[in-house]
Nanobody
Framework: QVQLVESGGGLVQAGGSLRLSCAAS????????MGWFRQPPGKEREFVAA????????NYADSVKGRFTISRDNAKMTVYLQMNSLKPEDTAVYYC????????????????WGQGTQVTVSS
């Protein structure tokens, strides 16, 4: 069982930036593709971004493309989500997650989840 812990959430004004981190436990982090999801208040969880095991391939939801960047540091067993030009509609609980196998974008393809971190973007 892999453990994932998100951090870096908080309150930011529209147009601002925030960087989320997700620290993984264990010694097999480099074997996992990783993803970020978010759940706005009153809505279903949705895909945000994903990255393969090496960091050489990424995928983004259209709503965040060009504003968010996913990256990873396997030596630190950490995946990041750099969020720029934040909008109020980005307000959500953000979760990092790991699938089994390669890069995936479907929520049901992810087997391990962090506890989530709140991001609130004010107008």
């Amino acid at each position: 069982q892999v453990q994932l812990v998100e951090s870096g959430g908080g309150l930011v004004q529209a147009g601002g930036s925030l960087r989320l981190s997700c620290a993984a436990s264990g010694r097999t982090f480099s074997a996992y593709a990783m993803g970020w999801f978010r759940q706005p208040p009153g809505k279903e969880r949705e895909f945000v971004a994903a990255i393969n095991w090496s960091g050489g391939s990424t995928n983004y939801a259209d709503s965040v493309k060009g504003r968010f960047t996913i990256s990873r540091d396997n030596a630190k067993m950490t995946v990041y989500l750099q969020m720029n030009s934040l909008k109020p509609e980005d307000t959500a609980v953000y979760y990092c997650a790991a699938p089994l196998g390669g890069l995936r974008t479907g929520i049901n393809e992810y087997h391990y989840w962090g506890q989530g971190t709140q991001v609130t973007v004010s107008s």
